[in-house]
């Protein structure tokens, strides 16, 4: 590959130490990678079981593992709608579905295709005219046009590419959504790249026979050199590059990230006029090409500097050249367009300081403290001078932000369960179908959906019993006894609800023991969906996490209680002020996510202790009812991770009326408040407060 100086191979491999010390290792690597597919099938079943025909597929560095905490990858996303279909051949049109005619010439850029839109009762041609989303070309075709995609990009999203995006916030990372359409049959661009004889061993056959049994897709976006571009989708391969992906050893995958940090660190840098010429994706199709042009043993630790240096001596030669092709579809140049004389000037001069690579540019990268901890293990400077993460903490840290991100993704999808009872009991049926049938992944996913699930029909029953007679009936306790195990307490938190709404203060306070005996205080983390903010999580959690997997973590996780409106009755009156929070004037200032303000939501650990209050209250045992309020006061103050905090202050403001401490209820009202000034229900609790103190 190159001359190898002597000094290469100790560089090698403390370089790799390094790499595996902040989780580029193999066991990290399979953690993103089996959480990526866990949350995408959770995504995928629970639209199918909503009746929505859509396929999600989580792509990019987050789900190939190629990624580190410092490097701060986007989470990719490509949403298949698999009721609007592309086809290559007349024989391929299926009723009952959106058929589109893919159409190449000499007119589509390499990569790219049209979309003519066929009738929906034959294989014909559409003839009418459509609406704006569609435009007729000079030969009478009907097209689809990509600028669709705008309509479907929600607030706080931007259109970029095919994609709607959202950009970063504190603590979490910024988000691409790609909505596609399938191929029904394989592009022959793909064809062509499948059938291909390759000097190497690299891509294997059996590679290339599971990427052929892959989906394609096309995507909402056309060539940047094209005059046609509104009306142009390119074709996806994003799946075969997947399995390509997933098929790296160790080695390529360090070599990718280096790339990418040398790109952020080094090329992509202010004076581009703040723009990236050069993507994460160029780079992973250099590293391809790399990787198909030199024989497998090359790539290996000890050898990971030629290896790196061989990849950012083509990334050169592609820029200088302006010529990277796409390593599947080779006709199509990922630079084409992309720069100008002087941006391409800029570039080459910043890749002539990487090349040749002697190391010293590694020690510059701060991402991830790279450069910092390259120079501790060949003994440059002492380790103590410095206050860099450990290995262990990396470790810990990854794997409880990939569990707790697969937790918010299935509360994400269930915090919208608002439908009619009928229409959630179909949903469980499905799930429970997707079980039966299911594979690994399926199996997995539905037992995380539906004891949530069960509980929600269960509290509904039950709400509606309280209505008419004051009772529950054996249906709602079979409902909820099924979703208990939801995680350490929000299911059990409705089920004592329930009984103190129906008058038995008894069994809810029993209950309610029960639960603050499993609610471990220093390991049980309180997690929360209903809008975006930074959990801080406990060392006791962090340390369980890292040993548990994704089905253990409702050993030590307690999700927030949600209620819905057609669960009223089972809402001690306290709470349910929450369901009424906004005025008109509120309502103005909500966001597209906010639909849980129309909910009345407690974080599980103050409801615990207010239930207490109130049960107690019934039940006239006095000095537990006092050290009930004691530990909602507490908690109120000392945890750092609830999400409805101003709830809490509500319901400890009205805990405070009813102890005849007016002072102390408007101090609570007035810290929430301040917390959330609007959709508070604490405005209302002010007013009534004042009028009867004043009376």
């Known amino acids: 590959m190159f001359h190898t100086p002597d000094y290469y191979y100790n560089i090698s491999m403390r370089l790799s130490e390094v790499l595996d010390d902040i989780g580029v290792n193999e066991n990290i690597v399979m953690k993103r990678r089996r959480t990526s597919l866990l949350t995408e099938t959770v995504s995928t079943i629970n639209s199918r079981a909503n009746g929505k025909q859509w396929t999600v597929n989580n792509l990019g560095s987050q789900s190939e593992g190629t990624t580190t905490i410092g490097l701060q990858s986007d989470a990719d996303t490509l949403c298949c709608i698999e009721d609007m279909i592309v086809i290559q051949d007349w024989s391929e049109w299926t009723p009952g ?69 959202s950009a970063a916030k504190q603590g979490f990372l910024a988000q691409d959504i790609v909505f596609a359409h399938p191929c029904i049959s394989c592009p022959q661009s793909l064809r062509a790249w499948l059938h291909q004889q390759e000097t190497n061993t690299w891509p294997t056959a059996e590679m290339k026979r599971f990427a052929k049994s892959t989906k394609c897709f096309v995507v909402g976006v056309g060539s940047r050199a094209s005059e046609n571009a509104a009306f142009e989708w390119r074709i996806s391969t994003s799946l075969a590059e997947r399995c390509l992906m997933f098929n790296l050893n160790i080695t390529q995958i360090k070599c990718y990230i280096l790339m990418k940090m040398i790109l952020k660190s080094y090329i992509n840098v202010e004076n581009l006029a703040n723009e990236s010429y050069i993507s994460s994706f160029m780079c992973k ?32 030669r592609c820029i200088l050249n302006e010529h990277c092709p796409h390593f599947i579809v080779h006709e199509n140049n990922l630079m084409a367009g992309k720069f100008s004389a002087e941006v391409k000037r800029q570039l080459l001069e910043r890749m002539s300081t990487l ?104 509290s509904r029953i039950a709400s509606q019993n309280i209505q008419i007679n004051n009772t529950v009936s054996p249906q709602a306790f079979t409902w909820i006894e099924a979703g208990l195990d939801s ?6 938190l409705k089920l004592a609800s329930i009984m103190y709404c129906a008058g038995n203060a008894e069994i809810a306070a029993l209950i309610l023991s029960h ?28 340390r369980l996490s890292n040993q548990y997997g994704v089905e253990d973590l409702k050993y030590i996780v307690a999700f927030c209680v949600k209620y819905f409106a057609s669960e009223i009755n089972c809402v001690p009156h306290e709470l349910q002020y929450e369901m009424f929070r906004s005025t008109q004037e509120d309502l103005l200032h909500r966001g597209g996510d906010d639909d849980w303000m129309d909910c009345a939501v407690a974080d599980s650990l103050p409801y615990l202790y207010f239930l207490q209050y109130k049960t107690y209250c019934v039940l006239q045992r006095p000095e537990e009812q006092q050290q009930a309020l004691t530990k909602l006061q507490w908690v109120i103050r000392t945890e750092r991770n609830l999400g409805h905090r101003e709830t809490a202050l509500n319901l400890l403001g009205q805990c405070m009326e009813q102890e005849n401490r007016p002072v102390d209820a408007l101090q609570c009202y007035m810290s929430s408040l301040r917390l959330r000034e609007r959709n508070n229900a604490a405005r209302f609790h002010i007013c009534r407060c004042l009028a009867n103190t004043n009376t």
């Open 97 to 165: 579905k959106l058929n589109f005619l893919m159409i190449q010439n000499e007119k589509t850029p390499p990569g790219y295709c049209l979309l003519q839109l066929l009738r929906n009762d034959a294989p014909l041609p559409e003839t009418v005219e459509m609406d704006n989303e569609f435009v007729n070309d000079t030969h009478g075709r009907i097209l689809f046009k990509n600028t669709v995609i705008d309509a479907t990009v929600i607030e706080g999203r931007q259109r970029q590419g095919p994609s709607a995006a």
């Open 285 to 316: 199709t250099v590293l391809f090409h790399c990787i198909a042009s030199k024989p497998l043993c090359v790539w290996k630790e000890s050898n990971i500097i030629n290896c790196l240096k061989y990849c950012l001596f083509t990334l050169n």
């Open 355 to 458: 090349i040749p690579l002697d190391g010293i540019s590694l020690f510059g990268i701060q991402i991830d403290n790279l450069g910092e901890r390259l120079q501790v293990k060949l003994n440059m400077i002492n380790e103590l001078h410095y206050v860099i993460p450990q290995p262990d903490d990396y470790t810990i840290s990854i794997t409880v932000v990939l569990l707790t991100d697969m937790v918010q993704s299935v509360l994400n999808i269930v915090k919208t369960e608002d439908g009619r009872l009928e229409t959630l009991l179909h949903k469980v049926i499905q799930l429970k179908r997707y079980y039966i049938a299911g594979d690994m992944l399926e199996r997995t996913a539905c037992r995380l959906l539906v004891p949530l699930l069960c509980t929600s029909i269960g």
């Open 487 to 492: 995680d350490v307490a929000s299911s059990r």
């Open 515 to 542: 639960i603050e005996e499993q609610y471990k205080i220093e390991v049980t983390e309180s997690l929360c969906s209903c809008y975006v903010y930074k959990p801080y999580f406990k060392t006791g959690f962090l």
